[in-house]
């Protein structure tokens, strides 16, 4: 064989590799989402909206679910997903670790979505009578901020309550057993609480804390993926918006996802508002106030500035 022919073989040869790989790398282009049971990601999943309008670009869809908002941030924190979302406080403690996301979004504030139960007998009637009591809540999340707040507004200091961390589920066994003289737990497992077992609400959010739903995105996958980022949100504004009109339908998505009662689901979800807002200077600065609170209580390690990992229009 000359060597124009062995050259020209060799050519083709790498082409087709070239084409093979190219294709591979075509194949593999996978929106990894993280998800909670409820939520836009959640409506997002069932109904296999974002698969379609991902599917022109090229992109198919993977989902994983989380039980709440500190292990999704942590998904992300480890590259196992790309996008995700969770409440307030999960952020905060994700950032001091160094975790690399983005805020891309927001739900509206639901000051009525979480809460800090006691059980129906219990003789707590008020905040401030939670002095020297145990409670239990999960670490990094939402609620964890709730308490703060709740126990600042009694005249309380964070130190003068004896705080437990468990997992939702583990919070509701806890609490169900009086393991624990209060629970601050977020929707639905406090609806849940308040209609099976009776329990008490001795405040929720309001006048206390925004309680804000955020969405998150790698920043590794938003410097490679930027025009993702607007279907994954337009996406989720529209399922939340079609989820508003529809409220009987998307509580039964919610409960078939969730394990809770269909009630449940309806008493949780009025709660709530339906919606993705674009990151406001006001939204940012009350996610400042809450990590240079989580600061001066040692909760977060080191002082963090949430501007810096706002996704820049």
Same mark, same amino acid.
């Not at 998800?35 to 599917?55: C, F, M, P, S, T």
């Not at 703060?148 to 003068?160: I, P, S, W």
């Not at 609400?201 to 804000?212: C, E, M, P, Q, R």
């Given at each position: 064989?000359? *060597?124009?022919? *062995?050259?020209? !073989?060799?050519?083709?040869?790498? @082409?087709?590799?070239?084409?093979?790989?190219?294709?591979?790398?075509?194949? &593999?282009?996978?929106?990894?989402?993280?998800?909670?049971?409820?939520?836009?990601?959640?409506?997002?999943?069932?109904?296999?909206?974002?698969?379609?309008?991902?599917?022109?670009?090229?992109?198919?869809?993977?989902?994983?679910?989380?039980?709440?908002?500190?292990?999704?941030?942590?998904?992300?924190?480890?590259?196992?997903?790309?996008?995700?979302?969770?409440?307030?406080?999960?952020?905060?403690?994700?950032?001091?670790?160094?975790?690399? +996301?983005? #805020?891309?979004?927001?739900?509206?504030?639901?000051?009525?979505?979480?809460?800090? !139960?006691?059980?129906?007998?219990?003789?707590?009637?008020?905040?401030?009578?939670?002095?020297?009591?145990?409670?239990?809540?999960?670490?990094?999340?939402?609620?964890?901020? !709730?308490?703060?707040?709740? !126990?600042?507004?009694?005249?309380?200091? #964070?130190?003068?309550?004896?705080?437990? #961390?468990?997992?939702?589920? &583990?919070?509701?066994?806890?609490?169900?057993?009086?393991?624990?003289?209060?629970?601050?737990?977020?929707?639905? #497992?406090?609806?849940?609480?308040?209609?099976?077992?009776?329990? *008490?609400?001795?405040?929720?959010?309001?006048?206390?804390?925004?309680?804000?739903?955020? +969405?998150?995105?790698?920043?590794?996958?938003?410097?490679?993926?930027?025009?993702?980022?607007?279907?994954?949100?337009?996406?989720?504004?529209?399922?939340?918006?079609?989820?508003?009109? &529809?409220?009987?339908?998307?509580?039964?998505? +919610?409960?078939?996802?969730?394990?809770?009662?269909?009630?449940?689901?309806?008493?949780?979800?009025?709660? *709530?508002?339906?919606?993705?807002?674009?990151?406001?200077?006001?939204?940012?600065?009350?996610?400042?106030?809450?990590?240079?609170? +989580?600061?001066?209580?040692?909760?977060?390690?080191?002082? @963090?500035?949430?501007?810096?990992?706002?996704?820049?229009?």
């Amino acid at each position: 064989m000359n *060597r124009t022919r *062995r050259c020209t !073989l060799g050519l083709a040869a790498l @082409i087709g590799s070239m084409l093979i790989a190219g294709g591979a790398i075509a194949q &593999d282009k996978v929106v990894r989402m993280g998800n909670q049971k409820v939520g836009a990601y959640a409506l997002l999943k069932a109904r296999g909206i974002l698969e379609d309008r991902l599917k022109p670009l090229g992109y198919t869809v993977s989902w994983k679910e989380f039980s709440s908002g500190p292990l999704l941030l942590e998904g992300l924190t480890v590259g196992a997903v790309d996008f995700g979302h969770g409440g307030e406080a999960p952020p905060i403690f994700a950032q001091a670790a160094g975790a690399a +996301f983005l #805020y891309i979004g927001h739900e509206p504030a639901a000051p009525k979505g979480e809460a800090v !139960l006691v059980p129906k007998d219990s003789p707590i009637k008020t905040i401030a009578d939670l002095k020297g009591k145990k409670i239990a809540l999960n670490k990094g999340s939402n609620v964890h901020y !709730l308490l703060v707040r709740a !126990l600042e507004n009694a005249g309380l200091k #964070y130190t003068d309550v004896d705080v437990v #961390y468990l997992s939702p589920a &583990d919070g509701r066994a806890a609490f169900d057993k009086g393991a624990v003289d209060a629970w601050v737990i977020w929707e639905p #497992y406090r609806t849940a609480a308040e209609m099976s077992l009776g329990a *008490r609400t001795l405040a929720d959010g309001s006048g206390l804390v925004s309680n804000h739903e955020f +969405f998150f995105v790698t920043k590794s996958f938003a410097q490679a993926n930027p025009k993702v980022i607007d279907v994954v949100l337009s996406a989720a504004r529209d399922v939340y918006a079609e989820a508003a009109k &529809d409220m009987a339908g998307t509580a039964k998505t +919610f409960s078939v996802a969730a394990g809770f009662p269909v009630p449940v689901m309806e008493v949780a979800l009025s709660r *709530r508002g339906f919606g993705v807002q674009t990151m406001s200077d006001q939204v940012i600065a009350d996610q400042q106030k809450i990590a240079d609170t +989580f600061k001066t209580l040692g909760l977060i390690p080191t002082a @963090i500035t949430v501007s810096d990992v706002v996704l820049k229009p």
